[in-house]
């Protein structure tokens, strides 16, 4: 996403950030900057954080040794040298480490846990976008393409490399959930304190690793770019003892859209324009006042293109939309087919006009753009 580089996105509306910035809050962000293709890399500064410290490129991203971190706007070494191949002329902190030392994902949390001691006695917001379970894609040809100190305890396991790795970043990933609320819980921050860990999208199959080895998609079809439930299907976890009811579940329909106005609603401040609606009443038990979304949109520019739109009960999904921008869609009924497996657009044609009305209303044109890039015709990224 390109921006004029201040605290705004480019339609004006704040961000997640700054909105809470303007309200008072200590704000940081630790992890994986993956909003944009070279970009400034003082830019989450410039977006409303007090305080960064990651990755401020989704190709350095890959990198679970890099050479280096971005601590706002500045470079700061690490004991990593790349393998001078590795990097595929991008010069931008990507690649294999020849000598893996300094673990990114480690250094990472250790600063958002320090955030937390810095912070204790003010309001804050805490975002950790980690780049774990992610593989490093210029790693693959390396056979390091899952990154990782140590396989742990899977080191003896009858596995292939790829899968003690991915194994081994889930644990971890897992551990290092576990030191942010350990940490809440020793500054008494835990019963004031909402965490929420969601993914952004539905399980790779990168770096040698293979969603079906762990069956990382349950019963979804579809993985990682894919419009298909299992592409875009993601849990939240959402946990504020004394409030948020243990064990409770909801079926609400919500994207990451809902976020800004769900924080906003708790921080007491007025939600700026958007396409989301406040989760609160949801997470609180209180079905009556929750808004709702009538449905959900989504369109993506790789492997020739891709539509869909979901509402609470039925889900359709256009493929080859780059060439084909009025072509055929798919409709399947997720009360009973959560797989989708069964294609019904022959038997609802009702069901299909309104669903091709939706798709139709929802896409904005990309303003400037006339052609497609030939990459974008491309079903490069179908590993």
């Not at 990472?108 to 912070?119: G, K, M, P, T």
């Not at 993914?199 to 690793?209: A, K, L, M, V």
């Not at 609400?252 to 007025?270: K, M, R, V, W």
């Amino acid at each position: 996403l390109r921006t004029n580089w201040d605290d705004t996105l480019p339609n004006g509306t704040p961000t997640i950030a700054s909105a809470l910035k303007s309200a008072g809050y200590r704000t940081g962000c630790f992890g994986k900057w993956g909003v944009g293709n070279r970009i400034p890399e003082d830019d989450p500064n410039k977006k409303g954080f007090d305080e960064f410290y990651g990755y401020v490129d989704m190709f350095h991203a890959h990198n679970f040794f890099p050479p280096f971190l971005v601590r706002n706007g500045q470079r700061e070494a690490l004991r990593n040298d790349l393998i001078p191949e590795s990097d595929k002329g991008r010069n931008r902190g990507n690649g294999v480490a020849a000598n893996p030392v300094d673990y990114a994902p480690e250094f990472i949390v250790n600063e958002a846990l320090a955030f937390i001691d810095r912070h204790a006695d003010e309001r804050f917001f805490l975002y950790i976008p980690l780049n774990t379970p992610h593989a490093n894609n210029e790693g693959e040809m390396f056979e390091r393409g899952m990154e990782v100190p140590d396989y742990g305890p899977f080191s003896d396991e009858d596995w292939p490399d790829p899968e003690k790795g991915f194994a081994r970043m889930i644990q971890n990933l897992d551990k290092d959930v576990g030191r942010v609320i350990k940490k809440l819980r020793e500054h008494g921050l835990h019963k004031n304190t909402l965490v929420i860990f969601s993914s952004d999208n539905g399980p790779h199959q990168e770096g040698g690793h293979s969603m079906d080895f762990f069956d990382s998609n349950g019963p979804l079809r579809g993985r990682k770019r894919d419009l298909y439930e299992g592409g875009v299907r993601v849990p939240m976890i959402a946990w504020w003892p004394g409030h948020v009811v243990a064990g409770s579940q909801s079926d609400h329909l919500s994207g990451f859209q809902d976020y800004l106005p769900t924080f906003c609603d708790l921080a007491g401040i007025e939600a700026p324009q958007c396409d989301g609606v406040s989760m609160v009443p949801m997470l609180l038990g209180d079905k009556s006042e929750q808004a709702h979304h009538e449905y959900l949109y989504w369109e993506f520019y790789e492997a020739k293109g891709r539509q869909a739109v979901v509402d609470n009960r039925w889900k359709a999904v256009r493929l080859n939309w780059i060439d084909e921008p009025d072509g055929p869609i798919q409709l399947y009924d997720l009360k009973k087919d959560i797989g989708e497996e069964h294609d019904l657009a022959a038997q609802f044609p009702e069901i299909v006009e309104k669903m091709l009305q939706r798709l139709k209303t929802s896409h904005t044109p990309h303003t400037g753009v006339t052609k497609f890039p030939d990459w974008l015709r491309t079903p490069k990224i179908e590993n």
